[in-house]
Nanobody, 114 residues
Framework: QVQLVESGGGLVQPGGSLRLSCAVS????????MGWYRQAPGKERELVAHITSGSITNYADSVKGRFTISRDNAKNTVYLQMNSLKPDDTAVYYC????????WGKGTLVTVSS
């Protein structure tokens, strides 16, 4: 059974940076396209970035140039480096397969505020 455990969130000032991590157990991680999603208060969950098994990446327009997704197949871990954070980036961030499994981890809360 696949388990998804996100970490690295926190409170950061506008313009700051955070690095999120997601440890994946079960499944065949190295062959799986993984994504980072987020859900802001009162909004639907959205895909922020994804990375294929061959490390091809794609980003939502709202984060392009500021966020970088990467993966370490030896550690079954996917990362999201977030720079130049804005208050609009405030959300709970989740990792999942793309397309997502029918279950989610607990996510990690990112709050961007002065």
């Amino acid at each position: 059974q696949v388990q998804l455990v996100e970490s690295g969130g926190g409170l950061v000032q506008p313009g700051g940076s955070l690095r999120l991590s997601c440890a994946v157990s079960g499944g065949i991680f190295s062959f799986t396209t993984m994504g980072w999603y987020r859900q802001a208060p009162g909004k639907e969950r959205e895909l922020v970035a994804h990375i294929t098994s061959g490390s091809i990446t794609n980003y939502a327009d709202s984060v392009k140039g500021r966020f970088t997704i990467s993966r370490d197949n030896a550690k079954n871990t996917v990362y999201l480096q977030m720079n130049s954070l804005k208050p609009d980036d405030t959300a709970v961030y989740y990792c999942n397969r793309r397309p997502p499994y029918p279950f989610w981890g607990k996510g990690t809360l990112v709050t961007v505020s002065s």
